[in-house]
C-alpha cells in the first residue's frame, strides 16, 4: 500500500495576494491531487517576496505530517518570479529530473516550456515541486509527473524496496 501523500499547495502571485486574480492554478492543483488520492493539508496564496516564500516553503516542509509541496507561479524570467531562488535556498537534496522531464515534455504543446525555471528537490521528508503559474501549464505539468509521485513519496518515507515492473 502506498504512502498516503499529504500536500500544501502554494500559489505564488502578486495578483492573486492581492485579491486581483482568482487562483485558478491553485485550484486546478488542489483538483489534480486529490484526484491522486493525496490529503490537501494546506493551501495558501502568496506574494512574489523571495524572503517570506522561502520561510513559507521551509515551515511546511519541515512539518512531521507533510510529505509533498506544490508551488504554481513565479517561475518565468520576470524581475518578481522568485520561486525557484526560494525553492534552491530550502532545499537539502535537488530533484533536476522531475523539472527536465515536466520542460521536455510540455515543449511538445508550447514553446513557453523553456522559459520556465522551475526546480524540483527535497527537505526532510518533503518533495518540493515547482510548477508554472497558468492552470493549463498546471495540467500539463501535473500528466508528466503524475506516475511518480506515489513512489516518489514512498521513497522519502523509507520505503526503498524495488516493486516489480
Do not use: W
Amino acid at each position: 500500500m502506498p504512502t498516503p501523500i499529504r500536500a500544501v499547495v502554494i500559489t505564488v502571485s502578486d495578483a492573486c495576494a492581492a485579491g486581483e486574480r482568482q487562483d485558478a492554478s491553485g485550484e486546478a492543483l488542489v483538483e489534480l491531487l486529490t484526484g491522486l488520492g493525496a490529503e490537501i493539508v494546506a493551501k495558501v496564496v502568496v506574494n512574489d517576496d523571495l524572503e517570506p516564500l522561502a520561510h513559507k516553503l521551509r515551515a511546511y516542509a519541515d512539518l512531521k505530517h507533510v510529505n509533498l509541496m506544490v508551488t504554481t507561479g513565479g517561475t518565468g524570467f520576470g524581475h518578481r518570479d522568485n520561486t525557484p531562488e526560494a525553492t534552491l535556498q530550502v532545499i537539502e537534496r535537488e530533484a533536476p529530473g522531475l523539472a527536465e522531464a515536466m520542460r521536455s515534455e510540455t515543449l511538445k504543446n508550447t514553446p513557453m516550456a523553456m522559459i520556465s525555471r522551475g526546480v524540483s528537490g527535497i527537505r526532510s521528508n518533503t518533495l518540493i515541486i515547482n510548477l508554472p503559474g497558468s492552470p493549463k501549464a498546471v495540467r500539463e505539468s501535473f500528466e508528466v509527473i503524475k506516475p511518480v509521485l506515489h513512489h516518489a513519496i514512498d521513497l522519502l518515507s523509507g520505503e526503498t524496496r524495488h516493486k516489480p515492473d
